[in-house]
């Protein structure tokens, strides 16, 4: 009945693409979707790819797998989904090879993922050129599982962690604050934390700020976002067909919330807060979202930097460090 489902789905809509695998028994074993918005989102929003495969969801305990990206207004928007029968490194191929295949060949720039060796292995396999970074999201929220009781419940143990990895500037400074943090609290013969530390520089901020979109990369709730909404159609063992329906559901859902963002960025102005010319240009031409983060970078420009040199292009004067600093921060 699902694979029925997607059938019709391709019969209706040619650009709804379809895959799967049966076994030698005509069970399901791999499936894989993507449906015409999904791809054109991919075209649009696909140099960085968030791949989960956290989620178990349905009465055959097949894993679902979906590919998320981040849109024009920093929303989670859907590449695709699958559902896998197991998390070996062939079943990782099959996807990546179809999922590449659903997209025309035109593999992510960037792929976050949770840590898992298979899976690394299929992505230098199938996507070479990629850069490849762990969700941090993911290994923050396994902290509590990995310490003690009384750690657990400590907010200082906590916070300070959280600043070393999200807010050291460079990985001298990371590297500082954790060997002082796992000292302090006893942790430094850890398993679990020695193997991230040694993993440091595929998830922590501070050694990938030179990569081009690791601004998106280090969006701190962007795995956080996709998991509250995809948790809301896989907390049972629903019948796939049943997934299915919860699923596309939901999609609607966050489409639709797209085009009430689009709606409000095309007729609505924000509030300037200088009389520069470049601040009401990128009030024109980024989103509601995007302007915000720009207007950040540029105030800071206004009452932080220092002016070294002006200099005039035809009726543009350029404040040369000022803009230095904000390019650095606001191209997407």
Known sequence: MFVDQLARKHLANSGFYF?????????????????????KNYAL?????????????????MIFTPFTGINHHKASVCFG???LHDEKADSYKWL????????????????ITDECS????????????????LCMWHIMNKIPQKVGPNLKTDEDFHERLGRCVWSSETPTEFEERWKEIMSEYGLEDDEWFSKRFSLRESWI??????????????TTSRSESANSFFS???????????????FDTALEEQRHKELQEDHVSLHTMPVLKTSWAIEKHGSEVFTHEIFQDFQHELLADRDRCLVEMMAHDGEVLAHVSCLRHMVSHVVI
């Open 45 to 61: 929003f696909g140099e960085l790819v968030s791949f989960d495969s956290t989620y178990s969801t349905n009465q055959y305990n």
């Open 81 to 83: 989904a699958a559902m």
């Open 118 to 133: 298979s899976m690394d292995n299929a992505i230098r396999e199938v996507f070479p050129a990629a850069t490849h970074r």
């Open 232 to 246: 809301r159609i896989i907390g049972y063992k629903h019948a796939l067909v049943e997934f299915w329906l919860r």
């Open 19 to 39: 895959d799967y695998v049966l076994d030698d028994k005509g069970r399901l074993v791999h499936v894989f979707w993507a449906d015409a918005t999904c791809r």
């Open 205 to 218: 901020p501070a050694y990938f700020k030179e990569i081009a979109l690791s601004g998106l990369m280090r």
């Open 96 to 111: 990546f090879r179809t999922f590449l295949k659903a997209m025309g060949g035109a593999a992510p720039r960037f792929i």
